[in-house]
Protein backbone atom coordinates (compact mmCIF):
# COMPACT_ATOMS: atom_id res chain seq x y z
CA UNK A 1 0.00 0.00 0.00
CA UNK A 2 2.88 2.22 0.74
CA UNK A 3 4.17 1.78 -2.73
CA UNK A 4 0.99 2.80 -4.06
CA UNK A 5 0.83 6.03 -2.53
CA UNK A 6 -1.15 5.40 0.79
CA UNK A 7 0.11 7.19 3.87
CA UNK A 8 1.68 5.79 6.45
CA UNK A 9 -0.84 6.05 9.28
CA UNK A 10 -3.86 4.51 7.48
CA UNK A 11 -1.70 1.74 6.47
CA UNK A 12 -1.09 1.05 9.75
CA UNK A 13 -5.05 1.27 10.90
CA UNK A 14 -5.62 -1.00 7.76
CA UNK A 15 -3.07 -3.63 9.33
CA UNK A 16 -4.75 -3.11 12.71
CA UNK A 17 -1.88 -2.10 14.34
CA UNK A 18 -2.27 -0.03 17.84
CA UNK A 19 0.43 2.09 16.87
CA UNK A 20 2.53 3.64 13.75
CA UNK A 21 5.72 2.43 15.57
CA UNK A 22 4.75 -0.96 14.90
CA UNK A 23 3.95 -0.51 11.49
CA UNK A 24 7.33 1.63 10.35
CA UNK A 25 9.14 -2.40 12.03
CA UNK A 26 7.55 -3.29 8.54
CA UNK A 27 7.83 -0.69 6.43
CA UNK A 28 11.72 -0.24 5.39
CA UNK A 29 10.16 0.45 1.74
CA UNK A 30 9.84 4.30 2.98
CA UNK A 31 13.29 4.96 3.08
CA UNK A 32 13.92 3.48 -0.41
CA UNK A 33 10.56 5.75 -1.18
CA UNK A 34 12.60 8.40 -0.18
CA UNK A 35 15.80 7.62 -2.24
CA UNK A 36 13.62 7.49 -5.46
CA UNK A 37 11.75 10.55 -5.04
CA UNK A 38 15.37 12.56 -4.08
CA UNK A 39 16.94 10.90 -7.28
CA UNK A 40 13.77 12.79 -9.48
CA UNK A 41 15.73 15.93 -9.48
CA UNK A 42 18.72 14.31 -10.75
CA UNK A 43 19.62 16.79 -13.66
CA UNK A 44 17.47 18.99 -12.48
CA UNK A 45 20.73 21.47 -11.85
CA UNK A 46 22.86 20.56 -14.26
Given at each position: ????????????KLL???????????????????IDA??LTD????
Amino acid sequence: MLTLGADLYTTSKLLGHSSVKTTTIYAKIIDQKKIDAVNLTDGVFD
